[in-house]
């Protein structure tokens, strides 16, 4: 027996591990595990993960397949009369129209640096230019100790108001033992203790899971660079 397997008698919707689904539905060769864990990045393939493996169905691979086909262009189509048709039927603001939330530099320059990867990879032609607000000022002030311990302090003590639904003080306020705001304390002392940025807090994790930071419970060390990711040249 060879190492050919016929993909028709699988089930579309069975599990298969990366390496193996690439093999049966590219029998020639030309996709790999990385390919399709690339496409699954781009948002064209679904992938679940258990118990540390990644697996895909062929049915989300017919699903990337058909994503992925490459439009047949109008002859005579150009992109300037496509930009223009593009402008003729793009709604018009109003004066009475809502203005667009606010977008912080931040999320600008992710955009930025998605689009630039975007064209990168092959997948635009043209110049996008996404314009960044002038830089703020540098911080010139800084939480001093009291100030810190005392917004710890409330976020530790906090406890839950609620209201009152039955009874003589119906509408009436009622404090709760609840204490919702512990986490946020938890939060701003690792944040003062370690100097971490709040993204890797906020995706640290008890386990050592690729791309996300890691806390050693048992030890007590926390590991703030992303398993996986390179390290910066930042402080």
Same mark, same amino acid.
């Given at each position: 027996m060879g190492d050919s397997h016929d993909s028709s008698q699988f089930d579309p919707d069975a599990p298969l591990r990366l390496s193996i689904a690439a093999k049966?539905?590219?029998p020639d060769g030309s996709m790999t595990a990385s390919g399709l864990r690339r496409e699954a990045? /781009?948002?064209?393939?679904?992938?679940e993960r258990i118990a540390?493996?990644?697996?895909?169905?062929?049915?989300e691979i017919k699903r990337m397949r058909e994503l992925c086909r490459v439009q047949a262009r109008e +002859?005579?189509?150009?992109?300037?009369? /496509?930009?223009?048709?593009?402008?003729?039927?793009? +709604?018009?603001?109003?004066?009475?129209? !809502?203005?667009?939330p606010a977008i912080s530099p931040q999320d600008l320059e992710t955009f930025r640096a998605a689009i630039n990867h975007h064209a990168?990879?092959?997948?635009?032609?043209?110049l996008v230019r996404v314009s960044l607000p002038p830089k703020g000022e540098a911080r010139d002030r800084w939480f001093t100790r009291k100030e810190a311990a005392a917004l710890i302090w409330h976020c530790w003590r906090h406890r839950e108001?609620?209201?009152?639904?039955?009874?003589?003080? !119906? %509408?009436?306020?009622?404090t709760t033992n609840r204490r919702p705001l512990r986490h946020i304390a938890r939060f701003i002392l690792i944040g003062?203790?370690?100097?971490?940025?709040a993204g890797a807090i906020a995706l640290a994790s008890p386990y050592a899971e690729p %791309?996300?930071?890691?806390?050693?419970?048992? /030890? %007590?060390?926390?590991? /703030?660079?992303?398993?996986?990711?390179?390290?910066?040249k930042k402080r």
């Open positions: 049966l539905a590219f990045a /781009r948002g064209r393939l679904r992938i540390g493996k990644d697996f895909t169905t062929f049915e +002859p005579g189509f150009t992109n300037a009369k /496509r930009d223009t048709a593009e402008e003729s039927s793009s +709604p018009k603001p109003s004066g009475s129209s !809502k203005m667009a990168k990879e092959g997948f635009h032609r043209g108001n609620q209201t009152i639904h039955s009874g003589k003080s !119906k %509408g009436g306020p009622v003062l203790y370690t100097g971490t940025r %791309g996300r930071s890691y806390v050693d419970l048992e /030890r %007590g060390i926390f590991y /703030r660079k992303a398993i996986g990711k390179r390290a910066t």
